[in-house]
């Protein structure tokens, strides 16, 4: 039951977030979790390839990583979130990766180690338990927190972007949808 409950609680945040960005979400905790893991999927590919190579060095200070370090960093995360679940976790190597095409082509190998995951993902599966490290979690819980860490992650990206003078892919595609777009305010 407690694990339900962490699920269903999981699948109500991602609901409301959702809801606030105004995406339709199909009833069901599987539909729910694969639509807020396309929406991110989709922004943080968009900003990987919009960002010009000369800044995948750019970072606005010292401490923090620079952009490719932050695709690295989403692309050996998913790589090692998502394998938990299909398999033997693996560990990625983008980390290792300098060039812009090396980074993108890791960002997509993560990216199809997660839709493998997320195929399999359903309401009667999504709280079987799936142990990773010392823990377990749900299936829908594991792919939850992906998508969640992806959603901090294109954040800081969205950031650097915009210092870049870039807008950032969400802004963009709200902009041609009529929403608030490239004004400036959201990410």
Same mark, same amino acid.
């Given at each position: %039951?407690?694990?339900?409950?962490?699920? @269903?609680? +999981?699948?109500?945040?991602?609901? /409301?977030?959702?809801?606030?960005?105004? %995406?339709?979400?199909?009833?069901?905790?599987?539909?729910?979790?694969? *639509?807020?893991?396309?929406?991110?999927?989709?922004?943080?590919?968009?900003?990987?390839?919009? %960002?010009?190579?000369? $800044?995948?060095?750019?970072?606005?200070?010292?401490?923090? #990583?620079?952009?490719?370090?932050?695709?690295?960093?989403?692309?050996? @995360?998913?790589?090692? +979130?998502?394998?938990?679940?299909?398999?033997? *976790?693996?560990?990625?190597?983008?980390? *290792?990766?300098? *060039?812009?095409?090396?980074?993108?082509?890791?960002?997509?190998?993560?990216? !199809?180690?997660?839709?493998? @995951? #997320?195929?399999?993902? =359903?309401? !009667?599966?999504?709280?079987?338990?799936? /142990?990773?490290?010392?823990?377990?979690?749900?299936?829908?819980?594991?792919?939850?927190? $992906?998508?969640?860490?992806?959603?901090?992650?294109?954040?800081? #990206? /969205?950031?650097? %972007?915009?210092?870049?003078?870039?807008?950032?892919?969400?802004? !963009?595609?709200?902009? =041609?949808?009529?929403?608030?777009?490239?004004?400036?305010?959201?990410?």
């Amino acid at each position: %039951m407690r694990h339900f409950l962490s699920t @269903a609680i +999981i699948a109500a945040a991602f609901s /409301a977030s959702a809801f606030a960005q105004g %995406m339709a979400l199909p009833p069901g905790i599987a539909a729910e979790t694969r *639509t807020v893991y396309t929406a991110v999927k989709t922004n943080l590919l968009a900003a990987a390839n919009a %960002m010009p190579e000369a $800044n995948y060095s750019f970072a606005p200070v010292p401490e923090e #990583m620079t952009f490719g370090g932050w695709v690295a960093h989403v692309a050996d @995360a998913q790589t090692g +979130i998502c394998s938990t679940l299909n398999g033997p *976790t693996k560990r990625g190597d983008a980390a *290792t990766k300098t *060039t812009k095409a090396d980074l993108i082509a890791a960002l997509n190998a993560s990216f !199809a180690e997660c839709d493998k @995951a #997320m195929d399999t993902l =359903t309401d !009667a599966n999504a709280t079987e338990l799936i /142990a990773y490290g010392r823990g377990q979690n749900t299936r829908a819980g594991r792919l939850g927190y $992906n998508s969640a860490h992806d959603q901090e992650c294109y954040g800081s #990206m /969205a950031v650097y %972007m915009r210092i870049k003078g870039i807008v950032p892919p969400s802004t !963009a595609a709200r902009a =041609t949808a009529g929403g608030r777009g490239a004004s400036g305010r959201g990410r």
